[in-house]
């Protein structure tokens, strides 16, 4: 009796910090979403809880009859808090505890679509990530026809995989080869865009947009959706039954194989969420696989090192004018340096040249050291000495770093400067961060270790300095640890 | 442990593998069955006495699904009590099904199995089954993947074959296949297929090419490059640093046809033989299975062959010809440098580059050449042995009595 008579109080006028809930007298529940002290709407983890919060009130409030959900900021929803995300490697998180850490805004979304009555979305704004993930777990989507909306999942440009079921409902709507391509490239659009792909239901003049949201709730739509009933198939098909289903992944598999080449964990976890979450006909099953994938990337260093670097330390700087300043400069000078002198004294030592520059390549590298170097790659013919793939890739990566560490040293450049010139100044992979959070991913100990060894076991020439060794004594790690 | 012997062997010719080939109208049940069929009455077989009829078969899904080995004995009449099962290793599966019957012989679970194999690739072509290796993304990625003729591209590259190797090669087995159809060397293990009303469909491979040169096999464009730019050339050049690029020089001039077609063969001991008045035409000395590396995949023959001799104690020396399916010239080539074998020891009487591979028939049918030929030099043994997808190998010794 006490709890039911808190709940019917707590219905009047329910009590959130990220939405507000208010009923209207026809029964249409308005949320908006509010998040405090930001100018955008980002996923904190109140907003997870409380839009499941809203939707067990809006199942139990006998008075609604449905809900419009829309952002009271002028954008929909940005997507997750890159300084919360970015923290997760650095803490050490069990899997248990990334997953449980994993799950809230998905369940919140699930309770959402399942709460028995109808849920639309009015998308006034651009909606990205879990933002997009949102709209897409509502029953009925309208867009705004303002200029400049976007609608997207650039996930995967982080080192993750949307979590918040876009793996599993985009390719329930259009059929699992345009979601790979959305979710693979991250690629934004526009809402005609998606209302051609079938991922909005309809484009409204902005003016327009709570009221069209707000009278397909009154027509008395079914509250369920497609993946929901009896017989849905993915558009297009799923499951290996079908042949042309496995032949759309072995050719995704091998497109992102070619294009990753095997050193970015999220691309492929897309596509195992993409390839099992459709096999099962659970969507809540299909959402657990994505939240397993999803947790596993969070306790990736990738993902850390892309948002650190490409998100983080990038933001506020002015990359082309950073690119040009002398300390910038001097290093790509010296790094590469560095990288043409290990390539060209391994094909004098007569290692192969289309391995080392393959092994570049593989690594992650826009140009081999031989292709650079002065002599052009014809020069060296090799004689076919035996060198495993792992040294000279070791090697080629290290000289770098290692070149810009003395950079550092020299003080010429800062270690985030310096992983920000790296990428952008001549293509360092962003899987690794950077030059320098190349080092701090292995932790400094084990990169001068790394060194020792290639220099005294494979002649690599690549020796630390006393104050890199004085410093690993102190600290292993170059950034504070984000935790 | 009993011996296994093999006492007949029976094979369809080969029908061109897409709509409008001479076998395409019959389903792969009746063509295993028309084997099952003629098994039997060639031998005078009271087929209650059959223990087991195992099935190879490369795609074992829809109508050559759900042990299809039992249905083509319930198609053939075969007596009731006569159980049959469907096994499945790629391309090996019909070798496989003959090695399983030995087996089961040799460890005294059975007197007498029928091994057969069937691939109506026409109905059910091929990749028709799936499979996690090469399209559940999480294996795919992890294995490096490549499709088969990459593969076989990839060997041609790392070991130096050229595209004029290859097409000599290819011209030889069409040479050599022609041939002995002409001399009718094949015509004791031949059944043709018939239809309905007992007219004959087809009596003779229908995929060779008489006409073939070298000219005209220069002609084709290879038919692995398109795929290779689609990922797969670097997805295997991750797991292969040291070449240059792949050399894509593998055609449909020099890679094995796609075919309908089944075949099968009886084994058991030699007291049944003696039983039911079979005569014994070989025994089977060893069998070997291999697992190699999965993404160049078809390097399995040389430590298959070496397996098989060496749980027989013999070595290459002692065998007198050796039949290993021409899924791509390039393999039989790599099986001739590594072993060391001269090309008029091995598929002498050429092989599927010119009369096809209809896959889980495939290693029933090149044991039959094989141990024809034998008889026909009077020569004592052979080893067969085929490449097989998912990286493997597959072997048989045999000697005749």
Request: net charge negative; charged share 20%.
């Amino acid at each position: 009796m006490q709890t039911q008579n808190t709940m019917a109080q707590f219905m009047n006028s329910p009590s959130f910090q990220t939405l507000t809930y208010q009923r209207s007298d026809n029964g249409v529940v308005f949320i908006a979403i509010d998040v405090k002290d930001n100018t955008a709407n980002i996923l904190t983890p109140q907003l997870h809880q409380e839009l499941g919060d809203a939707a067990k009130v809006l199942a139990a409030d006998e008075s609604a009859i449905g809900a419009v959900i829309y952002s009271a900021k002028p954008t929909f929803m940005a997507g997750g808090d890159l300084n919360r995300i970015v923290r997760y490697f650095d803490q050490q998180r069990t899997a248990e505890a990334a997953y449980a850490q994993s799950r809230p805004y998905t369940e919140s979304l699930r309770l959402l679509e399942t709460c028995g009555k109808p849920v639309a979305v009015a998308i006034n704004g651009t909606a990205l990530g879990g933002g997009l993930e949102l709209a897409l777990a509502c029953h009925y989507r309208v867009a705004s026809d303002e200029p400049k909306i976007w609608l997207g999942l650039p996930e995967v440009s982080l080192g993750l995989v949307p979590g918040g079921g876009g793996t599993q409902r985009l390719p329930r709507l259009v059929g699992i080869e345009l979601a790979a391509s959305l979710i693979l490239s991250g690629e934004r659009i526009a809402p005609a865009r998606a209302l051609e792909l079938g991922m909005v239901h309809r484009i409204v003049p902005s003016g327009e947009l709570l009221n069209a949201a707000e009278q397909w709730v009154l027509g008395g739509p079914q509250p369920t959706q497609p993946w929901d009933t009896n017989g849905f198939r993915v558009p297009g098909g799923s499951g290996l039954n079908d042949m042309n289903i496995g032949r759309l992944f072995q050719q995704l598999t091998a497109s992102v194989s070619a294009e990753y080449r095997h050193n970015y964990p999220a691309p492929i976890a897309a596509l195992k969420c993409l390839f099992n979450g459709t096999t099962v006909r659970s969507m809540d099953q299909a959402l657990e696989i994505e939240t397993r994938e999803f947790s596993a990337l969070t306790r990736n260093p990738v993902a850390r090192n892309m948002i650190r670097t490409l998100f983080l330390h990038r933001a506020g700087t002015e990359i082309d004018k950073m690119l040009c300043e002398d300390g910038a400069i001097e290093m790509k000078q010296r790094c590469q340096d560095a990288y043409i002198k290990q390539g060209t004294s391994m094909a004098a030592a007569g290692i192969r040249p289309a391995l080392i520059e393959n092994v570049a390549f593989s690594a992650g590298m826009p140009d081999g050291p031989l292709a650079l170097s002065s002599n052009g790659l014809d020069r060296y013919s090799g004689n076919d000495k035996h060198q495993n793939a792992g040294i000279i890739r070791n090697r080629l990566m290290c000289s770098q770093s290692l070149a810009a560490a003395e950079c550092w040293e020299e003080g010429i450049i800062d270690p985030a400067k310096a992983d920000l010139a790296s990428h952008f100044g001549w293509g360092f992979p962003s899987y690794t961060g950077g030059v320098m959070s190349y080092i701090d991913t292995l932790g400094l100990r084990a990169f001068i270790h790394l060194c020792d060894e290639l220099t005294s076991r494979h002649t690599a020439e690549l020796k630390p300095s006393a104050w890199l060794r004085s410093r690993a004594k102190q600290e292993d790690r170059i950034y504070a640890s984000l935790n | 442990m009993h011996d296994a012997y093999i006492f007949d062997l029976l094979r369809t010719p080969r029908g061109k593998g897409r709509a409008g080939g001479a076998l395409h109208v019959v389903s792969p049940v009746e063509l295993l069955a028309q084997v099952l069929r003629g098994l039997r009455d060639r031998n005078n077989l009271d087929t209650s006495l059959v223990e087991d009829v195992i099935a190879g078969c490369g795609s074992p899904v829809g109508e050559q699904g759900s042990a299809i080995g039992r249905s083509a004995c319930l198609a053939a009449d075969y007596d009731i009590s006569v159980p049959g099962q469907q096994i499945h290793r790629f391309c090996s599966s019909g070798l496989e099904a003959v090695n399983l019957a030995a087996a089961k012989v040799q460890s005294s679970q059975c007197e007498l199995v029928l091994a057969c194999g069937v691939e109506s690739m026409s109905r059910i072509p091929i990749g028709s089954s799936g499979g996690a290796w090469s399209s559940d993304p999480s294996l795919a990625y992890k294995i490096h993947f490549v499709p088969q003729g990459i593969a076989a591209d990839l060997i041609a590259t790392m070991h130096g074959f050229s595209r004029q190797d290859l097409d000599a090669y290819a011209l030889q087995s069409q040479h050599r296949s022609a041939a002995a159809w002409d001399s009718g060397y094949f015509r004791g293990s031949i059944i043709p297929v018939v239809d309905t009303i007992g007219i004959p469909l087809l009596s003779r491979d229908e995929a060779i090419r008489t006409n073939t040169t070298l000219e005209s096999l220069a002609k084709l464009t290879p038919a692995f490059a398109a795929m290779g730019e689609m990922g797969f050339d670097t997805q295997a050049m991750l797991k292969y640093p040291e070449i240059d690029r792949i050399v894509h020089v593998h055609t449909a001039g020099n890679s094995s046809g796609i075919v309908d077609g089944a075949a099968g063969a009886l084994i058991g001991t030699r007291e049944i033989g003696e039983r039911l008045g079979m005569k014994p035409r070989a025994r089977i000395r060893s069998c070997a299975s291999v697992g190699t590396d999965p993404t160049m995949m078809l390097t399995g023959p040389t430590p298959a062959a070496n397996l098989a001799l060496n749980k027989a104690g013999m070595n290459k020396a002692d065998i007198d010809l050796f039949e290993l399916n021409e899924a791509f010239a390039a393999v039989v080539l790599l099986f001739m440098e590594e072993m060391d074998i001269p090309h008029d020891r091995i598929n002498v009487n050429g092989g599927a580059i010119a009369m096809g591979h209809p896959i889980g028939a495939t290693g029933v049918m090149i044991l039959g050449t094989l141990l024809d030929e034998l008889e026909r030099r009077d020569l004592a043994t052979g080893l067969v042995n085929l490449c097989v997808g998912g990286g493997m190998g597959t072997a048989t010794i045999i000697e005749r009595i």
